[in-house]
């Protein structure tokens, strides 16, 4: 049921809505040779001593050593460098790193990977500011802020995404998403401090991006723009960078994939086009990968490109507005068939086996045993909120067994 006058109340997906609100804070820079800049362009965030986060597989491309020497190229110092952050980061994590940068007298972050580096990097410059446990940090719009809570919110440390994959968007998004291992659930927290202050898009980040990451995480994108576009808290602002993404998605995914090492131009839009995409307006797809990841350890954008198809075909049959929202985004990949839902997800799955992901669950370690447990973890996730049309336990469920 919806409530009348609610923001995510589910009102048509077309006509002049009651109520948005839109922010996109992060100074971005993208093109070429940017890693050298990275001091010169951290100061004017007010960095002086600087912690780096970032992952073993990165430290593994010498790209570590570039960031260091062009934030010492500015004048500003490496306090030190956090690089044990995993594939699914975690609120353990997250404390960990909090606790290194106090150690070290850092002032500032450089997030250098990918979402589990930025997300880590998020939430731990939010507990070196405020203190306190990364789960105290959950929810939408709870940060401290001045005013006993209802004037602006108090900004946390300069904190600069570089991202090494093209995908999440976190690097110029409010939210971040981290593994409570304890709860096996993925915790939640977005507001507007977590804007990174400067995200920086060098195709050089990507170079030797693996071609299965780079099309895990390049669906990640693609989620992000079809679910931003759909969701019931659409906006025509994001509806703007969710259709430019898609365009630039459709002529650069592949090539970014199979050409990946020679192709600077497919891995620059690509970082480009995820950057554009990211939303937190997000829906039903986002809400079955969460707890696959949490529960099975599916990577994020390989559990969105198994779900994405099957939440087309539900959400396009819900309305005609709905199917309205879809032939838009039809029409980006030259799909035009009157039933589009399930037009638009055979292509879809069509583009997904051609990248070389798995396109079911049951490829990727999940039994049908564990589908209860997963319906739970949908009902329970906030972007079920979201999507256009309203999901129950049986919906779910449907949606788990198809993907199976
Ligand atoms: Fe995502």
């Not at 731990?124 to 446990?133: P, V, W």
């Not at 992000?224 to 898609?246: F, K, T």
């Not at 707890?291 to 994405?308: C, E, S």
Request: glycine residues 10%; aromatic residues 4%.
């Amino acid at each position: 049921m919806s409530e009348a006058g609610s923001a995510l109340d589910r009102a048509p997906l077309r006509g002049f809505k009651d109520f948005y609100q839109y922010a996109s804070t992060t100074r971005v820079i993208a093109g070429r040779d940017l890693l050298g800049s990275t001091g010169f362009e951290l100061q004017k965030e007010g960095a002086r001593r600087v912690f780096v986060v970032t992952d073993e597989g990165v430290r593994g491309t010498g790209l570590v050593e570039r960031v260091e020497a062009g934030i010492e190229d500015g004048g500003l110092e490496v306090a030190g460098v956090f690089d044990e952050v995993p594939q699914d980061s975690s609120t353990e994590v997250v404390e960990r790193c909090a606790a290194a940068a106090k150690e070290a007298g850092a002032d500032s972050f450089l997030a250098l990977g990918g979402g589990s580096v930025m997300d880590t990097a998020k939430v731990a410059d939010a507990l070196f500011t405020h203190g306190g446990t990364a789960r105290e940090q959950e929810g939408f719009f709870l940060m401290p802020r001045e005013d006993d809570g209802m004037g602006r919110p108090l900004d946390i440390a300069p904190l600069a995404c570089i991202p090494t994959t093209a995908g999440t968007g976190s690097e110029v998004s409010m939210a971040a998403v981290i593994k409570d291992p304890e709860e096996k659930v993925k915790l939640e927290i977005a507001d507007f401090p977590l804007f990174p202050r400067l995200a920086i898009l060098d195709p050089e980040t990507t170079r030797t991006l693996p071609a299965h990451i780079a099309a895990a995480t390049g669906m990640d994108a693609v989620t992000h723009a079809i679910e931003g576009y759909v969701s019931v808290d659409w906006s025509p602002h994001q509806d703007a960078r969710s259709l430019q993404a898609l365009r630039m998605i459709r002529t650069n995914l592949e090539r970014a994939v199979e050409r990946g090492e020679e192709d600077e131009e497919a891995r620059g839009n690509m970082l480009i086009a995820a950057n554009l995409a990211m939303t937190i307006s997000l829906g039903s797809v986002h809400a079955m990968s969460h707890p696959a990841g949490a529960q099975f350890g599916v990577p994020h954008g390989v559990a969105n490109a198994i779900h994405l198809p099957h939440v087309i075909r539900h959400n396009a049959a819900g309305g005609a507005d709905i199917a309205d929202r879809y032939r838009d985004v039809g029409e980006v990949f030259g799909v035009d068939e009157p039933e589009i839902g399930e037009a638009l997800a055979a292509h879809l799955t069509e583009l997904i086996a051609r990248i070389g992901l798995p396109t079911r669950l049951s490829e990727v370690g999940v039994p049908e045993s564990g589908i209860p447990a997963l319906v739970e973890g949908a009902m329970g996730d906030g972007t079920t909120l979201l999507n256009p049309v309203e999901m129950g336990e049986e919906d779910y469920a449907a949606l788990y067994r198809e993907a199976l």
